[in-house]
């Protein structure tokens, strides 16, 4: 995708939120300029990991962020989302915090391209709402997500309680 789309489509994409966990709570014991240097750190990680990874960061949130992989690189960037956590995870844990990423991951189709005066891009739609809403303890995928995965890498999810999302098999938090 193009940095600044000339006009706004409909297309379908890998969407993708990401927030830490306990960030709230950890803050209050920060002073401000300790918080504002953990966000840039945090900020400059997912981004790099992103991007190399064919994504694009859509924006930051707070701890939070917005990220997207077109289509034809949404299979593989499923299979790394739990890579993408670990690595998270163990950068708090070098910033001694004791934070996780939560992932909620979901295919669909979304508006995507300029908003606002200046044009900022940005996606809009039901099915980015859905990605928003979907219950995270570690990482989760809506079935459409899922089902972006080869059928070897599916291997490593289970299938998780109503609404039906995906979980990882195995143990996604950093080893110390």
Request: glycine share 8%.
């Amino acid at each position: 995708m193009a940095s600044k789309p000339a006009s706004r489509a409909e297309v379908p994409l890998l969407i993708v939120f990401g927030d830490l966990s306990r960030f709230a709570l950890t803050a209050r014991n920060m002073a401000g300029p300790a918080i504002a240097d953990f966000i840039d750190g945090f900020y400059r990680k997912v981004e790099r990991e992103i991007t190399e990874s064919r994504g694009r960061v859509v924006k930051f949130m707070g701890d939070a962020f917005l990220a997207v992989w077109e289509e034809q690189n949404s299979g593989a960037a499923v299979a790394a989302l739990p890579a993408l956590k670990l690595s998270i995870d163990q950068w708090c844990a070098t910033q001694g915090v004791d934070m996780s990423l939560l992932v909620k991951a979901h295919f669909g189709t979304a508006v995507a391209g300029p908003f606002g005066l200046d044009g900022h891009f940005d996606l809009i739609g039901s099915e980015v709402n859905l990605a928003a809403t979907l219950p995270a303890r570690t990482i989760s995928l809506s079935v459409e997500a899922f089902r972006k995965l080869a059928p070897e890498a599916r291997r490593g999810w289970q299938k998780h309680s109503a609404p039906v999302v995906y979980i990882p098999a195995g143990d996604v938090r950093p080893r110390t």
